[in-house]
């Protein structure tokens, strides 16, 4: 099992452009949620997708957006790419029902924004 | 508002000594409760989590946390620290039905010294 899986590792984008982000949940899950980790900070939710639709979303502006695929990968797009932008972007999945599960996160994807 | 506080930013310790680290929640209703590890550069592991029933844990690597349901606190231990203990500790919050939208605090750098 690979587990989750983020791409790319380390991205360069220049203030203004749009960058997209991708994710893999670990085999199984059907839930994906998308986190921003500043440096020196804790992660902060932006929004999960489940069945293809964004079932709940943190307080992050329009400019970031996402879309779950029918195989339960996950896209998380950012327009207009400011400095502030720049952070850890963490994936993780999970399963829609609670329980004894819990959130698997991936390695995370480093977007420098200059 | 509810939050996620963990007091301590930076902790030193001994290689053998024991380790706690502290977390405090406010929330109106118990949460279900987590800790996370992260080491440099990389993803979020789950360390052990707290849904209800016995108030002390066991975890991974040794771990154990404690409920206190008086005092809002899910403070993390370990009786001897291990050099591969130096890490960032994560506490997060996530409510009964929030579908898994975890919050975290601001972290706690552990630092092991020989």
């Known amino acids: 099992d690979a587990g989750v899986t983020q791409s790319p590792t380390h991205l360069i984008k220049t203030r203004g452009q749009q960058v997209t982000l991708r994710c893999s949940p670990k085999?199984?899950?059907?839930?994906v949620s998308w986190y921003q980790q500043a440096l020196g900070q804790g992660p902060q939710f932006i929004f999960q997708?489940?069945?293809?639709?964004?079932?709940q979303r943190g307080n992050f502006p329009d400019r970031f957006s996402g879309h779950q695929f029918p195989n339960y990968s996950s896209e998380l797009n950012v327009n207009a790419l400011l400095l502030g932008d720049s952070a850890l972007y963490l994936c993780?999945?999970?399963?829609?029902?609670?329980?004894?599960?819990?959130?698997?996160f991936g390695q995370g994807t480093r977007l420098t924004v200059v | 508002a509810q939050s996620v506080t963990q007091p301590d930013i930076h902790i030193t310790v001994s290689e053998g000594a024991s380790l706690e680290l502290r977390c405090n929640y406010s929330?109106?209703?118990?949460?279900?409760l987590f800790w996370y590890v992260q080491s440099p550069g990389q993803g979020l592991q789950l360390l052990l989590k707290?849904?209800?029933?016995?108030?002390l844990v066991q975890g991974i690597k040794g771990f154990e946390a404690e409920f206190k349901r008086s005092q809002s606190s899910f403070n993390l231990r370990k009786p001897s620290v291990h050099w591969s203990d130096a890490a960032e500790y994560f506490c997060?919050?996530?409510?009964?039905?929030?579908?898994?939208?975890?919050?975290f605090g601001a972290g706690t750098q552990v630092v092991v010294t020989p």
């Open positions: 993780a999945s999970s399963l829609s029902r609670w329980g004894n599960t819990e959130a698997f």
């Open positions: 085999s199984g899950h059907d839930t």
């Open positions: 929330y109106g209703a118990t949460p279900y």
């Open positions: 997708y489940y069945e293809e639709e964004e079932r």
């Open positions: 997060a919050v996530a409510l009964t039905d929030s579908w898994g939208k975890l919050q």
């Open positions: 707290y849904f209800s029933g016995d108030t």
